[in-house]
């Protein structure tokens, strides 16, 4: 683990071979090759010498190495011996670190990384070759950019330094043969319980159910990776684990989606955030583990603690890093997970792609902006429908629903109060991990942190241009985060106006009235305005998640049925809409029903594990030559369709549930006009034509006078694309090499071609 200060060398990167050319003129090429007397001096990055190891960097891409060590092996030519090896890290011998191992392999845990570029040579005899790893603080951050500030580590008191890093703890636990006892219990190896259960795994071993945790610190945070562990073994080694270990991962996640500035606690349970677990049912990481899996999660990963899609991202790239360096190499890593769970999986795997090989994914949302553009239009309706006293004419209660695109104003309040106004209000009074003296207010304090999801993720969107800036930013002299959210042009219940569910006068007084909200979200008169950088970052970064390369990677939805308290079973469809769009398909996304609230069924998770273990298996077989997007659909097994199920874990269709038993609403934004994508935070806006359809009735000459006055400037024109719109641009670094930001990030340079061979099988490709 690096304890060194979190910064990052400039790029004054002086060619190694002038270098070497010039000690050469002076007579001694020694101390190029690390002080070793008549080495030769390696040639330069990327030629490769056949007669030398060749270098590999397993444990991560070698630019994104962090905490100072790495997983490596030295592929030697046929016939060489290892005893005639020599490597050196930064002009220092480490020959010492490299053995051929149990596994017949030359591999080391290499340490003393230092921060920035290190270089990695390794020589026989005359031939040499080197390659460059890219070391980052333990801390982080490794591609995220500058770190929110201030943090609290609830560690303090045993952290060796601000990063809240300290040493991996480990405990021990197992599972009961008692069959009411579905979570994991404390083990005690000096004192061993009589009721330890008996597992057999997919590799063939059968060993009693005790499980290994480890607990430690990784970007500021808590990380935990479980994993079958024997204690009367031969201690696990990465070249060497033990043989119950299947070599698979399951990443589990948490849902919600919040804002805060201390460390957390992993999310392991299949709805953690969402649901109570049902302790008659074992969960699926539990499951995993008696399988043979390793199971990872990090607290960044879970969507209530940390409302970040990037820096989740960052997270697991550093935990597998982690996990490939101590335990060994992967075949393939499955996630899991409801709600928020849904969203990291989904943007992770858009923008990241090679972090996941299988996606399950329950009560699933797309993403986190285009939800923010449904739920911060139900709290703009809520603030219209709810005070009466600003109706011009009068409403139904039921008409509220038909405006919002569900059954019942219920789901608009669910939404608003559980999930919007907590993630998006910068004054937000309840941000964890900051005193109340610290936080943002307009009037007392502006220059205060800002605890909305807008502001936390200013690497993504960037602050606001000079010329909206409010009395509070121009004090400051910066902008806040750029707001991703737009109204301009919104019809709003246009749909329920054509089918006759409102009248014109309705209509017209909603439209007049709802108006918008402020950068601090407040209601304001005037109709919201997104920032435009802010939304082609959106866009661009996967923050909205279009489904650029989400087609590399199989999905297993679970679905319940509406009202879903705000989890609507369209969100489904707007992922699978979006697959369509971009790859004119969505063969690689599997939708399961049910009747159950929110998930389907009671078993899905389990299930979908089996279920996605054997397709992404299927896939691991196919090392041929092909794209991986072509390999996910030709292995996808037989049996693996849209399916209903009956809510307690039987198939009773194989296509989707009819509407009676899963019926589906949809949103304002689709009432007013969106497509099913539902993908257009800012609509392009074409002239008001009165030849549109407005109804049976039409409107009146003063009617069509008063949405002039609203719609000065047109309508939305959502047969058009999305203003900003374009494809997501993957593995995006958000920081400079000397650590300063790039908002809106910028493409990493193509992985290095000698590292990530760690993360999982051939078939799947390194890093896309």
Not at 274 to 284: L, V
């Amino acid at each position: 683990m690096s304890t060194r200060p979190r910064f990052f060398l400039a790029s004054r990167r002086v060619s190694f071979a002038l270098i070497a050319a010039l000690l050469a003129a002076c007579g001694d090429s020694s101390l190029v090759s690390g002080g070793v007397p008549g080495t030769p001096i390696p040639p330069p990055v990327g030629v490769v010498d056949p007669a030398a190891p060749t270098i590999k960097v397993l444990s991560n891409r070698a630019d994104l190495i962090s905490g100072g060590d790495a997983l490596v092996e030295l592929v030697l030519p046929a016939g060489a011996e290892a005893s005639a090896l020599r490597v050196n890290l930064n002009g220092q011998e480490v020959t010492s670190q490299f053995a051929r191992r149990d596994n017949g392999r030359v591999m080391a845990q290499l340490t003393g990384l230092t921060v920035g570029d290190n270089t990695l040579s390794a020589a026989l005899g005359a031939a040499s070759n080197r390659v460059t790893i890219t070391n980052h603080p333990n801390g982080g951050p490794i591609f995220g950019g500058p770190q929110p500030e201030p943090w609290r580590c609830s560690n303090a008191a045993t952290a060796i330094n601000a990063d809240c890093d300290q040493p991996a703890q480990y405990s021990f636990l197992y599972k009961s043969t008692d069959p009411t006892v579905t979570e994991l219990q404390p083990y005690d190896p000096a004192n061993p319980p009589d009721d330890v259960a008996m597992t057999t795994t997919q590799t063939g071993a059968t060993l009693p159910f005790i499980v290994r945790r480890e607990d430690g610190y990784q970007l500021r945070d808590r990380y935990t990776i479980m994993a079958l562990f024997d204690p009367t073994a031969a201690e696990w080694e990465p070249w060497a684990p033990q043989l119950q270990w299947n070599r698979k991962l399951l990443i589990t996640h948490g849902g919600s989606c919040g804002v805060t500035f201390t460390d957390g606690n992993p999310p392991l349970d299949d709805y953690s955030g969402t649901i109570p677990a049902n302790p008659a049912i074992e969960q699926s990481y539990i499951k995993a583990l008696g399988l043979g899996f390793a199971v990872g999660s990090t607290a960044l990963d879970n969507l209530g603690h940390n409302c970040n899609v990037v820096t989740q991202a960052e997270s697991l790239v550093m935990m597998k890093e982690r996990l490939v360096e101590e335990y060994g190499e992967l075949r393939y890593t499955l996630g899991t997970g409801c709600s928020g769970g849904s969203i990291t999986q989904h943007h992770v795997a858009n923008s990241y792609p090679g972090v996941y090989q299988g996606l399950i994914v329950t009560c699933s949302y797309p993403d986190v902006f285009t939800t923010a553009v449904q739920f911060a239009e139900y709290n703009l309706l809520r603030q219209y429908f709810e005070q009466p006293q600003k109706w011009g004419v009068p409403w139904l209660p039921t008409q509220f629903g038909d405006v919002e695109g569900h059954l019942s104003h219920v789901n608009a309040v669910a939404a608003d109060e559980a999930f919007f106004k907590a993630a998006t209000n910068p004054a937000n009074p309840d941000c964890k991990g900051l005193p109340a003296e610290a936080l943002y207010n307009a009037q007392t304090n502006p220059g205060g942190v800002r605890c909305g999801v807008q502001d936390y993720m200013v690497n993504v969107f960037g602050p606001r241009e000079m010329g909206v800036w409010t009395p509070a930013e121009q004090a400051l002299g910066k902008g806040f985060g750029g707001l991703a959210v737009d109204n301009v042009g919104v019809q709003y219940g246009l749909g329920a106006l054509q089918q006759g569910l409102i009248q014109p006068e309705q209509f017209i007084d909603l439209n007049q009235k709802v108006g918008g909200l402020s950068i601090d979200i407040i209601q304001q008169p005037e109709r919201t305005v997104g920032d435009a950088l802010a939304l082609v970052r959106a866009y661009r970064t996967g923050a909205i998640v279009t489904g650029s390369n989400l087609d590399t990677v199989p999905i297993i939805d679970g679905r319940g049925p509406d009202p879903g308290i705000a989890h609507d079973a369209v969100h489904v469809l707007h992922t699978r809409q979006r697959l369509m769009n971009e790859h004119g398909h969505h063969d690689n996304q599997l939708i399961w029903e049910g009747p159950t609230a929110l998930i389907g069924d009671l078993m899905f998770a389990l299930n979908a594990l089996d279920a996605m273990d054997a397709w992404v298996g299927a896939i691991e077989t196919d090392e041929g030559n092909r794209p991986l997007r072509e390999k996910v659909l030709a292995n996808k097994l037989a049996d693996l369709t849209d399916s209903c199920f009956n809510g307690s874990g039987v198939k009773a269709l194989s296509t989707l549930c009819p509407p009676g038993i899963v019926p589906k609403y949809s949103t304002p934004r689709i009432v007013a006009g969106d497509t099913i994508a539902a993908m257009t935070n800012k609509c392009q806006l074409k002239p008001l034509n009165r030849d549109d359809n407005y109804g049976l009735r039409g409107l009146t000459d003063p009617q069509w006078a008063t949405m002039m006055e609203v719609f000065p400037d047109g309508v939305c024109d959502f047969s058009k694309p999305p203003v900003g719109y374009g494809p997501t641009i993957p593995w995006l670094t958000y920081q400079q090499d000397n650590g300063e930001v790039i908002y809106g990030g910028a493409p990493l340079p193509v992985a290095p071609s000698y590292s990530g061979q760690g993360w999982a099988s051939p078939a799947f490709g390194v890093f896309r």
